[in-house]
């Protein structure tokens, strides 16, 4: 039963491009949202959040949007670098609980 | 020490063997997490400390597994007779407090388990 899901393995954008990287839940008590970023070798990097309150979130080249509506949150990282060239998971949680993740989605950033 | 730290980086293990992990938090975290990531697959909780307890244990796999916390800091995950299905990642995450709403989890680099 997979809670939260990625439904797109990899993308592929050239550099300076939006990046659009997509999320889709299942679980109406998830109330908080994040984003991390993961290097090979390396554990996940915090990217950016989102609570349910809200509908939008931005910090720097990274927004995320909430639509609570269609249990879906997608993160656009303006204008994309190679330096972005990672895994990148969506996580939820519902009231400070453990992190329920997806299967990820890998951005290849292009020269 | 700035980050979450975990120890060893790397483990290989024969199969029957018993391994335990080590993970360092954030200083002043009081909640601490376990997570693992096998091949291909996504990260899988496994565990949550608050303080010295653990009020949510329903991620381990099975009984060999089991893992404590001491002085509300550095905790340790047992893997006994290890099998090689155990062999992924071993994730460590540490937040301020798990009682607070809406805490963000910040990882360690991860132990890697190779069981042979």
């Known amino acids: 039963d997979q809670q939260v899901k990625q439904n797109s393995p990899s993308l592929s954008v050239q550099e300076g491009r939006i990046s659009i990287l997509n999320c889709d839940y299942t679980?109406?008590?998830?109330?908080?949202f994040l984003w991390y970023k993961k290097y090979p070798a390396e554990g996940p990097t915090f990217l950016i959040s989102?609570?349910?309150?809200?509908d939008k979130n931005e910090d720097g080249r990274f927004t995320v949007f909430l639509n609570k509506s269609a249990k879906h949150l997608s993160l656009h990282i303006v204008p994309s670098q190679p330096g972005d060239s990672a895994v990148y998971f969506c996580a939820a949680s519902a009231w400070a609980s453990k992190l329920t993740f997806g299967t990820g989605t890998r951005l290849q950033v292009t020269l | 020490g700035a980050g979450v730290s975990q120890s060893p980086s790397n483990k290989v293990t024969e199969k029957g063997k018993d391994v335990e992990l080590r993970c360092d938090p954030i200083s002043g975290h009081t909640a601490l997490y376990w997570y693992r990531q096998s091949l291909g697959q996504g990260l899988e909780f496994l565990i949550y400390?608050?303080?010295?307890?653990?009020?949510?244990k329903s991620g381990l796999p099975s009984d060999r597994f089991s893992a404590e916390r001491t002085g509300g800091s550095v905790s340790t995950l047992t893997i006994q007779r290890t099998q090689q299905e155990d062999s992924a990642v071993y994730l460590c995450?540490?937040?301020?407090?798990?009682?607070?709403?809406?805490?963000?989890?910040?990882f360690g680099p991860g132990t890697r388990l190779l069981v042979l």
């Open positions: 679980n109406s008590m998830f109330d908080y």
């Open positions: 995450a540490s937040s301020p407090d798990a009682r607070t709403d809406q805490e963000t989890q910040y």
């Open positions: 989102i609570s349910s309150i809200k």
């Open positions: 400390f608050q303080g010295n307890s653990a009020p949510d």
